[in-house]
Structure formats: structure tokens, C-alpha cells
């Protein structure tokens, strides 16, 4: 590498199958630039001259070829690596594609029409977010439109945290913007740990793949792009019993495994005898992928909070702040809400456990800060099935007045009266 610098703009040159990984904070500006070459970040082709901002991001900037890219600004970290897991990763896109020809080849109706249904598992920081983005990006990039599926709740990338989601991708990831947020197919979950209630995590997770299966049953094209899920970094206990249901309900024929030789062979014995045909891979972890501690982790779940009502930078949104009357909506909790010891529950209140029970709430100073979804259930029997418009975060409860002080992404009525709570809350003014 040949590196130059001149005020606060530091030129690099990259030799093929090298990449400049680069750590920005939130307050610093920082951006790049392709100046000669070709270079890609996670699989999105940068555009020769044209300056990209990636403050606050963790990003690299990948060539096949060769390139030189600058920087303007200071990121907190920068350097240039030569060993990446790019070629393995790229490998599994060209097996991926393969199978799409084939999908497409066996034409709709037949049995074989469906492409890969991939999904990437591996414990927290291992880089599964990034691998299932160069996989989308390359696919959109060979003519696919695969559909992203994010089961990580805890730091989701489509939508704010809590969420099992879906978005068919249409164009390569934006660097800047990330996922188009464009609707996307939500499902409210309203925790940021699957431990929070397995049993609602599973029955979530059997709607949204049952839908997406109606949607490629609907669309050949959908259909052969297959699907690229993307789950938590639970892996013991019963995370892997999650992971083992998602794997399962989603009829998953390619999962790979992230860094860890302990969960890939685990795997490939318990899947042996459920799912004999799926095929299980270790793929290496980049050495690029950081780990984040807790405070870093909750600041990254409060930032998806504020850009689901603020936007971002290139693409801001003016969030409305209305009092509604608490009578016109009516807000819902499912199963137990904040756990009770066991020991602690009468006798005979089994039922109360029930992990799916519905329970209407009234009005009161627990909800404040809460992010509530705004289901699109006709009635309350339906919550459980539906998915979700939107989000809301109540900002003021006057349960001596009966009225609810809420802010939205847009101004207008809400486009729905069931409100579902979680434990979501942001701090946000
Ligand atoms: P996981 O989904 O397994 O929790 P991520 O894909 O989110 O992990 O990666 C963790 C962090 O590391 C993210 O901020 C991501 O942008 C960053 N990262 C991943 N790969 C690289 C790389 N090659 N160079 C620089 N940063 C990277």
C-alpha cells in the first residue's frame, strides 16, 4: 500500500483483494472517495469521484482489481488489511447463483422453482449482518431480487430493533442510507432478545415465512432469487433451539455458520436427521468485524430508534408530535410483560403464563418513551397475526384526562387503533 496524506485527506493505493477498513464516530465527518480502479463496501460498487459519507459506520473498502480510494476526514480507525475471507464469501455467492439458474430454469409452477433459501448464523460481532449484505448485493448486482430477512432483534438493519422483517432488494445497499426502508414486511416482536419470550419469537417467525412463501409462490422471479436471512447471535441454550426452529420453518437449504467450529458441528449433527438435504458451511470470520460491548449496542439500537422518526442526514423526516384521545386507540401487551419470579405467582395462575395471552392496557405512565407498533389488525383477535404499519413513541401519558401525547414519522391520523407494546423504549426528546 502506498499511502499519502495532504490536510485532512489521505490517499490510498490498493493492490488487488486488499481492502481499507475504516472505523468513523458519530460527531467526526468522514467520507471516501474512488479515485482510480473499481472498489466495492460490503458488495455496493462505489462510483469513481463521487465523495461518500460513512461517518458514525464501520465500513471497508474492498477491490478485486486494484484501485485508489481517499479519505477526508478522521476516522478513529484506518488501515489497510491483506487477508480477507472475500474470495470464500464470493465462492458461496457463485454456488448461490448457480442455484437460481436453476430455479429459473425449472420455471414456475414446477417443483424445483424455488432458489436458495440461505441463512447466516454465528454468535454476536462474527460479521452475519455484513455477509448477508455482499450476498444481497451481489445477487442484485447478477440480476436477482432476493429477499433480506433480518430475525436479529436485538440490531436489526431494516427497521428499529425488536423486529422480524423483511425487504425484497431491488438495487445494491446505499452506503449511506443502508437497507431501503422502503415497505418493508414487519412483524413486531418488541424485544431486543428473543429470550424475552421464545414462544412468540416462533410463532412470528412461522407468519413471516409463510407469507414470504405466498409471495414466491405469487412471483417466479421472487421465487428463484431465494432468500437471505440474517438471525442473533444467540447460539447456546435455547438461542440454538431458535436458531434450529428458524432453520426449520423457514426451510432453510443453506445455513452458514460464522467462526464458530463448535455450532458447525453441532449443526451438522442435529440437522442430519430434521433436515437431511440442507446444506451446512463454515466460512471464516473477517478479521474487519468488530465487536461491540453493551453501551455500544444500546447506542446502536437508540440511533435505528431516532432514524425511524428523524431519517438521516441526506434523507431527513419531519416527525409529528400529536395528543390523541386515549379512547381512540387501544394499546396491547402480549404474553406475561415483565416477568414475574414463579415463585411469586399465586397457584393456578398457569394461564396468566400463557406467552401469547393477549392483555389490553390502560393508559399510564409506563408506557412513556415506549415505541409502540401500529398494527394492521382490523381487531384485537388479529394482533397476533398481523403485521405492522408503523411505529409511535409516546412522549406523555394524562390518564387523568384520558389522552396520549405521541410522535410519528409523519403527521396524520394513525393508520391503525392497535397499538402493541413491548420493552422498547428510547430515550429520545
Ligand atoms: P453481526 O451481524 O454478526 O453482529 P456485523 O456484520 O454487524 O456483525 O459486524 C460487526 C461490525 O463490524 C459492523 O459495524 C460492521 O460494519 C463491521 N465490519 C464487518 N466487517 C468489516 C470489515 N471487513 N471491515 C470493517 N468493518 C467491518
Redesign the pocket.
Known sequence: VAQEASNSSTSFNLTARQ?L?LECSNGKPVSIRLEEGTAEVFGTELNRGRAVSVTG????VFTWVGCRVSVQGEPTVMYVADE?PMASYLNVHQTLDQRREEAKRAGPGSAGNNGPVVVVV?P????????CRLLGNWAVRSGWQPTFVDL?VG?GTITVPGCLSAVPLEQPVDIEEGFSADLPLVFFFGHSSPGENPALFKSLADKLAALLQRRAAADPRVAASGLII?TF?WVDGLGYELQKHIIQTFQCDVVLV?EQDRLYATLQQDLKVTCPRTTILKLAK?G???K?EGDERRGAREQRIREYFYGTARTPLQPATQTIRATDIAVYRIGTGPRAPSTTLPVGSASLADPLRLQNLPPSLEQLQCVLAVSHAATPDQILNANIAGFVLVKDVDTARGAVTITAPAPGPLPGRYLVMGSIRSSME
Do not use: M, Y
Not at 460481532?125 to 455484513?130: V, Y
Open positions: 481492502e477498513r459506520q464501520k465500513v471497508a480477507t454465528g454476536t460481532d462474527s460479521g452475519k449482518s455484513t455477509l436479529d440490531q440474517n447471535g460464522v473477517s474487519g468485524a468488530v461491540r
